[in-house]
């Protein structure tokens, strides 16, 4: 018998993989979202021991001073979400977005959305009262 004269390459050739996904599929969210669910309420003071003095968030300033322009400046004991405002009130805002292309109030209701999505905000109804869901 003759010998076989090649090198083998069976260790090069390797079966077909499945195809993968086409360029048009969308792609595969691996994790969910977090998010936390609060509801913007105003901060009320109580059960405070009467030693602590809370002051108002803004000074008043003397007439003399207002007189040259100056305004006071709030010190809030806030977190910085509270301080996102937008032209609508949330309430408006999805009603707004179910308003015709063509109406400006759906427009005005878009860039409420917009300006809230910049802040990882979004707006859900729950038991018909918006709130506001802050994403981490």
Same mark, same amino acid.
């Not at 109406?103 to 005005?108: A, D, K, N, P």
């Given at each position: 018998?003759?010998?076989?004269?090649?090198?083998?390459?069976?260790?090069?050739?390797?079966?077909?993989?499945?195809?993968?996904?086409?360029?048009?599929?969308?792609?595969?969210?691996?994790?969910?979202?977090?998010?936390?669910?609060?509801?913007?309420?105003?901060?009320?003071?109580?059960?405070?021991?009467?030693?602590?003095?809370?002051?108002?968030? /803004?000074?008043? #300033?003397?007439? +003399?001073?207002?007189?040259? !322009? %100056?305004?006071?400046?709030?010190? $809030?004991? &806030?977190?910085?979400?509270?301080?996102? /405002?937008?032209? #609508?009130?949330? +309430?408006?805002?999805?009603? !707004? %977005?179910?308003?015709?292309?063509? $109406?400006? &109030?759906?427009?005005?209701?878009?860039?409420?959305?917009?300006?809230?999505?910049?802040?990882?905000?979004?707006?859900?109804?729950?038991?018909?009262?918006?709130?506001?869901?802050?994403?981490?």
């Amino acid at each position: 018998m003759a010998t076989k004269n090649f090198t083998p390459i069976n260790h090069l050739i390797s079966p077909p993989k499945p195809a993968s996904f086409p360029k048009e599929a969308e792609p595969i969210i691996k994790g969910s979202e977090k998010s936390i669910i609060q509801e913007v309420v105003e901060y009320e003071p109580s059960g405070h021991p009467k030693i602590i003095q809370i002051h108002p968030g /803004t000074i008043k #300033l003397p007439p +003399d001073l207002k007189k040259f !322009g %100056l305004q006071p400046v709030s010190n $809030s004991q &806030f977190s910085s979400f509270k301080s996102v /405002t937008v032209p #609508l009130r949330d +309430d408006q805002v999805l009603v !707004g %977005l179910h308003a015709p292309i063509t $109406s400006s &109030f759906r427009w005005l209701a878009t860039l409420a959305v917009y300006i809230l999505s910049h802040s990882h905000i979004k707006l859900k109804t729950v038991e018909k009262k918006t709130i506001r869901v802050f994403k981490k």
